[in-house]
């Protein structure tokens, strides 16, 4: 049998005395479009984060198409325990962030190829080339040399998205990605998201759009108090929600 394309299991975190997720487990096969809904608070950002270990789980175990996240317990702190196989399976799981985190400094087309230069080995010409094309497919190929602080918001987002492609990633990690938008601007990163999930790219998003959500995604998973309290097909999930947590929140959304 083929390996999932990531598998989640028992991730637990906790800040102090507060545990933000109470052990949650995932699995998205390749081609999965994954909407990670919940109301603020509910960890979604943070289980994100513990994927790609930009937070370290308490517990929990993450395979990226069969290979394991190793981790390794030094007195009493858990930690990666190859520091050079997390940046490499960073790079096969890319992230979106709200807030876009392109560097200033940079331009559009030098943001995006940075990393396949300087992770990948990408000889600079060829990422230059790559990066142009992915430019044209978000919708950007006239503004290749600007700078970030002269793109809206939207276009600043495209961008991360190019970026995170020009990774060649097997998962994308989506983490609220219109949410810091306006609201006109919203729809031309939304179709772009769309566009990928049909070209079968297999993702993870978490959102407040829930007409991507019911529309676009392959399983929709709504988190509350940090576990999992509904998953399933969109359609069943959003026609007849089983708990009252997930009607009480459908209602606020709508």
Partial sequence: MTEPALRIENIRKSFGDH??????????EKGDVVAIL??????????????????????GTVWLKGEE??????HGTRRPADLRQVERMRSRLAMVFQGFNLWSHMTVLENITEGPVHV????????QEKATALLAK??????????????????????????ALAMEPDVMLFDEPTSALDPE??????????ALANEGRTMLVVTHEMAFARDVSTRTVFLHQGQVCEE???GELFRNPQTEQFRAFL???N
């Fill in 19 to 28: 545990e933000v997720l109470k052990g949650i487990s995932m699995t998205a």
């Fill in 38 to 59: 919940g109301a603020s608070g509910s960890g979604k950002s943070t289980f994100l984060r513990c994927i790609n270990l930009l937070e370290t789980p308490n517990d």
């Fill in 69 to 74: 996240m190793r981790m390794t317990t030094r």
């Fill in 120 to 127: 990948l080995g990408t000889p600079r010409r060829e990422a």
């Fill in 138 to 163: 978000v919708g950007l190929a006239d503004r290749a040399d600007y700078y970030p602080a002269h793109l809206s918001g939207g276009q600043q987002q495209r961008v991360a998205i190019a970026r």
């Fill in 185 to 194: 601007l919203v729809g031309e990163v939304l179709a772009v998201m769309r």
């Fill in 232 to 234: 399933g097909a969109p």
């Fill in 251 to 253: 209602s606020r959304m």
